[in-house]
């Protein structure tokens, strides 16, 4: 493959890099962030998806960068939802008279690490993608420096999520140190052999599990979400808890599915169980929340348990079910924080269950709109969190072993549990007292909103005909290291 | 080859020395200073091996900024390392433990490595393949297999610029800032005032 070639591949990388280096300048010079400013972070991002859409496939330099099918299907869904993410922090932001222009350029910078994630084919290129990614995130999250919330979200996350890179590095480096090499193909290869040093390679295995977990707040490593999701802006935390989770299952995906086919058995194993716990830890504890976006934070610790669900049945079909899982869940989730960001109260933004009380006499279409996306959190079935849960389900139980069969009826335990505080919310929104008038809601985040709860319940029905073969087209890339 | 032993042995020697001092030494400042002697040895260190890129590198980026930096930072941050040190005593038993732990954990993977591991087969790195002076090497290497990775380490490094001006860099309205071109472009009439005082009145400011 000749140089150039190489370069091809990675196109969509390139164009969003360009794009944040040409914003950082202009933003600097001018200062302050116009419309247009916003629309060329937006096209940008378009323009970037199309490419991973519509350039060639392929592995460039020498197979540490792999652009497939998986990786076009993840990459169109992350730097959308980034797309997104720009538009509505730059409305809030400027609402709270704290506008920055790095804003677009850090989601633009975080965009390109999750894309380099989805594609990883070697341990650096994960490594380095997480690193843009994450941080670019923790910046992101202590944003509103003013706020102390907000500092202390970003601290919290730096310091943690500094401690989950040194674990993945270790897990990382002995397994480099047990196959002699990073790239994903010599590993499956190293792994299948087995020997002498199989112990070694599943204890590296293990800390990159672990490490992986971190970034995608499954059960034992989830104490950093309610904490950072609480205290970082909304239409941020909208944005952590869409595109980097996807972005951290593709590396699961990747890992798993390129690296070690052969360690199935052992890696199943733990993922089924950080799996359930993460269900159940968002389910129980969920319920003592009274903070809207701690409660969210809950509930994607519980989704997260769902996808991994889906990771851990393996094969074709659980792949393909987490990928529409975690598109259908992105689409909820940003719809939902559109929502919660376009409720104001003077001024000021109604994060608490009892702020939402009486919700739907003073903006009834908002109130629509968070409760499809709590009935689709529930997985109620027209709604597309029933989809979602189906397919996962129905990929654990195709497995045909106990394990996973097991896991499936727990994890629907799970999720009644869980449906609790997402009826409690609604009860509210409906039933109780308004106190209170709301501000009028920002136009672009209620078009966001709505136009989510829309796909959620009737688009998702004709939408699932086409993302189904997207999901089936991109798993079967997987597992050809 | 005894002057090649002897310098490795002096040099080893002073590494692990000033390595335990930085530890040890009371005055942070002190600290930092055996550091800088820690990093000039295993440059040495690196000289002996035949690396000679890696030891200017380790004296350059490490003794020239890192080492410089951190001595600023003790300085300028006013830190009671005396406070820090209170709870010593009473976390020895189980830190001591999980240091233990460590150490055994590491010894374990070493020897599984070294005995069967895939490191174990490899023949020790040439520090010049081919003839070819090992900048060379590193240049054609950097830019060529690894150009992507070196370009993304450099994207990773703008956003923690970018992320580091986001968070500290404030305009506040009270400061005073030199503007060089306000300063040149000021004349006698905006510079001066003239103010006649009547007698027994002060300046009404």
């Known amino acids: 493959m000749t140089f150039s070639a190489n370069f091809s591949l990675v196109l969509p990388e390139i164009v969003l890099a360009i794009a944040a280096l040409v914003l950082l300048v202009a933003g600097a010079f001018r200062g302050k962030v116009g419309p247009i400013f916003t629309l060329a972070a937006v096209a940008a991002l378009l323009a970037a998806a199309a490419t991973a859409v519509l350039g060639p496939h392929g592995r460039a330099f020498g197979g540490v960068y792999v652009a497939d099918a998986a990786a076009s299907y993840a990459k169109v869904a992350i730097y959308l939802s980034s797309a997104v993410a720009v538009v509505l922090g730059d409305r809030w932001l400027a609402q709270r008279g704290d506008q920055k222009f790095e804003y677009a350029v850090l989601v633009i910078l975080a965009a390109v690490g999750m894309g380099v994630t989805a594609s990883a084919g070697d341990l650096i290129s994960l490594y380095v993608g997480v690193e843009l990614q994450s941080l670019a995130l923790y910046v992101l999250a202590a944003m509103r420096r003013d706020d102390a919330k907000s500092s202390e979200a970003g601290l919290k996350y730096f310091v943690l999520g500094a401690l989950s890179s040194g674990l993945l590095l270790y897990g990382a480096s002995l397994i480099y140190g047990f196959t002699g090499s990073t790239h994903f193909s010599q590993i499956a290869l190293a792994a299948a052999h087995g020997g002498a040093h199989g112990a070694g390679l599943l204890f590296g295995l293990v800390f990159l599990i672990c490490g992986l977990a971190f970034k995608v707040s499954a059960a034992p490593f989830h104490m950093w979400t309610p904490d950072v999701y609480e205290g970082a802006p909304t239409p941020v935390v909208g944005f952590f808890a869409a595109a980097p989770k996807l972005a951290a299952m593709m590396m699961f995906a990747r890992v798993l599915g390129d690296a070690f086919p052969a360690a199935g058995d052992q890696w199943r194993q733990i993922l089924v169980i950080a799996a359930l716990l993460s269900v159940f830890v968002g389910a129980f504890a969920g319920l003592a929340q009274s903070n809207l976006k701690r409660l969210w934070a809950y509930s994607s610790i519980a989704n997260v348990g769902y996808a991994l669900l889906g990771v851990a049945a393996g094969g074709q079909d659980g792949l393909q079910s987490m990928l529409v899982f975690m598109v259908l869940y992105m689409i909820d989730v940003t719809g939902f924080f559109a929502c919660l960001q376009a409720l104001n109260r003077d001024g000021k933004s109604m994060e608490t269950i009892e702020d939402m009380a009486g919700l739907v006499k003073a903006r009834p279409g908002v109130a629509l709109a968070m409760t499809a996306f709590s009935l689709s959190a529930l997985g109620l079935p027209p709604f597309s969190g029933f989809w979602s849960k189906f397919f996962v389900f129905k990929a654990a139980i195709a497995t045909g072993d106990v394990m996973m069969q097991w896991a499936a009826v727990l994890g629907l335990v799970g999720s009644v549990v869980a449906a609790f505080y997402y009826l409690r919310l609604i009860k509210t929104m409906w039933f109780d007292a308004p106190n209170g008038s709301v501000d009028a809601p920002s136009p672009s985040a209620r078009a966001v909103g709505f136009a989510a709860a829309l796909f959620s319940c009737p688009i998702v029905l004709f939408a699932l005909a086409w993302l189904e073969p997207a999901a089936k087209a991109a798993a079967a890339a997987f597992g050809h290291a | ?205």
């Open chain 2, 1 to 205: 080859m005894p002057v090649q032993a002897i310098a490795f042995y002096l040099l080893a020697f002073v590494t692990l020395a000033s390595g335990l001092l930085v530890v040890s030494a009371k005055n942070p400042v002190h600290s930092v200073l055996f550091l800088i002697t820690a990093f000039f040895s295993a440059a040495g260190l690196f000289v002996l091996l035949g690396a000679e890129f890696l030891a200017m590198l380790l004296i350059v980026v490490y003794v020239g900024a890192v080492a410089v930096l951190f001595l600023f930072v003790v300085m300028m941050l006013d830190i009671d390392f005396a406070a820090l040190r209170q709870g010593f005593v009473n976390n020895l038993p189980i830190g001591g433990l999980v240091g233990l732990v460590l150490v055994g954990e590491m010894i374990a993977v070493v020897a599984a490595v070294s005995s069967n591991g895939a490191a174990a087969k490899q023949a020790l790195p040439n520090a010049s393949p081919g003839g070819v002076p090992n900048t060379e090497v590193i240049g054609r290497v950097l830019y060529t297999d690894y150009v992507f990775f070196f370009q993304l380490a450099g994207l990773v490094l703008l956003v923690a610029m970018i992320g580091a001006i986001v968070l500290t860099l404030r305009h506040k309205p009270g400061v005073k800032r030199q503007d060089i071109g306000k300063q040149v472009a000021r004349t006698p009439k905006t510079g001066m005032e003239l103010v006649q005082i009547k007698p027994g009145e002060g300046i009404s400011e």
